[in-house]
């Protein structure tokens, strides 16, 4: 049985009067219960603005970011193609690129691994395994040694260098796991001894900012990045299609011409290999420095505790 469409509007007018009268009498009853709900709704609306000017926020910044990446792009391209004479480009010898690449490489590690080890030293407190070395301290510093000498001692061969690079990265990979597996249980103990100290806030924060630079996931990326772009010099040193496709299309839009890019390929991509690889490393080196330097003078002004 179907109702006609008058009854039927009739009916909804009633129950919606109905509803209406019901909540006119039940609204004084409910007066207290509603006043309590009014912070908490205020609340709700509070969050729920903030987190639209968080949306707000994260375009500005994202435009921002994209902004200024265009037109920093754009004015290095500007000036490249204005003020850089192309032909400058065949006075730089791709053996002085390699030296300098290795060079850079080099002398990186070695103040790196003075730095990271007068860092760890200064933080950390205590040793599970009581002063005693890893045995694979005692092979892998030695491969470390021949795989860095046979580096330098390829830096005149491309082919060799591509292969010797790519084993050097196998054992930079390795070192850095087995850096993580003896580095991270000294801090966690060293953490634990700390929270006993009525300093203990400052100290935690430094074992973490040291922790996070030795072993922290973003070495994870960073290995990545590197594979990459060893695999790109690889290709361009073993690859001739490659290389070819790779300074045809540099000479495109540069204006180099595309004899010479052919010629220092390789050097060039060995060196923006060795840029990113340290130059991130020393990022976080710098950035690990300051964390704990602005600790040591929050510590030296205040006493911090828990709420």
């Known amino acids: 049985m179907t109702l006609p469409r008058k009854q039927f509007l009739r009916l909804a007018a009633g129950a919606t009067a109905l509803l209406t009268a019901l909540r006119r009498i039940a609204r004084p009853l409910l007066g207290t219960?509603?006043?309590?709900?009014?912070?908490?709704?205020?609340?709700?609306?509070?969050?729920?603005?903030?987190?639209?000017?968080?949306?707000?926020?994260?375009?500005?910044h994202k435009a921002v970011t994209a902004v200024a990446w265009?037109?920093?792009?754009?004015?290095?391209?500007?000036?490249?193609?204005?003020?850089?004479?192309?032909?400058?480009?065949?006075?730089?010898?791709?053996?002085?690129?390699?030296?300098?690449?290795?060079g850079l490489y080099y002398f990186s590690w070695i103040f790196a691994a003075k730095f990271d080890l007068n860092l760890q030293e200064s933080v950390y407190l205590i040793d599970p395994s009581e002063g005693t070395l890893p045995r694979s301290f005692f092979w892998l510093t030695p491969l470390f040694l021949i795989g860095?000498?046979?580096?330098?001692?390829?830096?005149d061969h491309e082919t060799y260098l591509a292969i010797f690079l790519s084993l050097f990265f196998v054992i930079d990979c390795v070192l850095w796991s087995y850096?993580?597996?003896?580095?991270?249980?000294?801090?966690?103990?060293?953490?634990?001894?700390?929270?006993?100290?009525?300093?203990?806030?400052f100290h935690v924060e430094k074992i973490d900012v040291v922790?996070?630079?030795?072993?922290?996931?973003?070495?994870?990326?960073?290995?990545?990045?590197?594979?990459?772009?060893?695999?790109?010099?690889?290709?361009?040193?073993?690859?001739?299609?490659?290389?070819?496709?790779?300074?045809?299309?540099?000479?495109?839009?540069?204006?180099?011409?595309?004899?010479?890019?052919y010629e220092r390929l390789p050097a060039i991509a060995l060196f923006v290999y060795v840029c990113v690889c340290e130059g991130s490393m020393w990022f976080m080196r710098?950035?690990?420095?300051?964390?704990?330097?602005?600790?040591?003078?929050?510590q030296a002004k205040y006493e911090l505790s828990l709420r």
């Open 33 to 60: 219960r509603n006043a309590l709900s009014k912070p908490t709704s205020m609340q709700e609306a509070t969050v729920d603005s903030y987190r639209r000017l968080q949306r707000v926020f994260w375009v500005a």
């Open 70 to 102: 265009i037109l920093g792009v754009t004015f290095l391209w500007l000036q490249w193609r204005s003020f850089l004479d192309p032909n400058l480009f065949d006075g730089i010898s791709k053996t002085i690129l390699i030296k300098l690449g290795m």
């Open 148 to 155: 860095a000498a046979f580096l330098l001692w390829a830096a």
């Open 179 to 201: 850096t993580r597996a003896w580095s991270l249980p000294i801090a966690a103990a060293t953490r634990e001894r700390r929270a006993l100290t009525p300093d203990r806030y």
């Open 211 to 261: 922790a996070y630079m030795m072993c922290g996931n973003y070495q994870i990326y960073r290995h990545i990045g590197l594979f990459v772009l060893l695999v790109v010099f690889d290709m361009i040193v073993v690859s001739i299609d490659s290389r070819t496709y790779a300074s045809s299309f540099i000479s495109r839009y540069t204006g180099i011409s595309q004899q010479s890019v």
């Open 286 to 298: 710098a950035k690990a420095r300051l964390s704990i330097h602005i600790i040591d003078g929050l």
